[in-house]
């Protein structure tokens, strides 16, 4: 069965911080995204990979960066919390990149700023 | 540019029906549906692809208008374990899944 699994599922961190969310995938996806939820906003695109080491920009990649260094993971990098970036994270990986495959996620990281 | 759902909400008793919509403003390829119960990831529902097509999943099925830019989901004799989230997915000319804002679906027993 797919498995995507996020390294936390509560964090607190300070503002200022540099704050890394990790995550992992068992079913050798070639497309991992990062998504954060909020409540009336639904899910919004951070980023998107679709092969070890390329990255493209979402919707809402302000304040963040993204790593893939093995094709497994998937690192969401925020460069200097701040408050507005307490969210729920989602990570998801799918075969194809959006048509036509469904996309698997993770249990969520929920990420407190304070 | 998100896909609108509607309703936003909606409460149910066991047994009863629903039907959730998601339009959107650009041509579409494809809609995903997905579920999310309280504290835990989405879940793949199902995709329609460009067609028209309907597809079914136990009591859960979908239609796809791509002239009207248009998917709903029918929820049928609804349980207790449909309540949770749900969003549509859509997929447009320029290859990107965007996500509507969700409808929360409760039953109640």
């Known amino acids: 069965d797919v498995k995507v699994t996020q390294s936390s599922r509560y964090l607190v961190k300070r503002t200022g911080e540099k704050v890394f969310l990790e995550c992992v995938q068992d079913m050798d996806h070639e497309n991992m995204f990062w998504y954060r939820q909020d409540p009336g906003l639904g899910l919004r695109l951070i980023y998107f990979?679709?092969?070890?080491?390329?990255?493209e920009k979402g919707d809402i990649p302000e304040g963040y960066s993204v790593s893939r260094e093995k094709k497994e993971r998937f690192s969401l990098i925020l460069e200097s919390a701040s408050t507005n970036q307490t969210s729920m994270y989602l990570c998801?990986?799918?075969?194809?990149?959006?048509?036509?495959?469904?996309?698997?996620f993770g249990d969520g990281t929920r990420l407190s700023i304070l | 540019q998100q896909p609108v759902q509607s309703p936003q909400a909606v409460i149910l008793r066991e047994g009863e029906d629903a039907v959730i919509n998601c339009s959107s403003s650009k041509a579409l390829y494809s809609v995903h549906w997905y579920r999310q119960k309280h504290g835990e990831a989405p879940v793949f529902l199902m995709i329609?692809?460009?067609?028209?097509e309907q597809k079914g999943h136990d009591k859960i099925s979908a239609s796809f208008n791509e002239k009207k830019q248009q998917s709903s989901l029918y929820l049928t004799a609804s349980q207790l374990s449909y309540s949770g989230t749900y969003f549509c997915g859509t997929v447009s000319s320029y290859g990107k899944l965007t996500f509507g804002q969700g409808t929360i679906l409760t039953v109640h027993p």
């Open positions: 329609l692809l460009k067609g028209g």
């Open positions: 990979s679709y092969d070890v080491k390329m990255k």
């Open positions: 998801a990986s799918s075969l194809d990149t959006y048509s036509n495959q469904p996309q698997h």
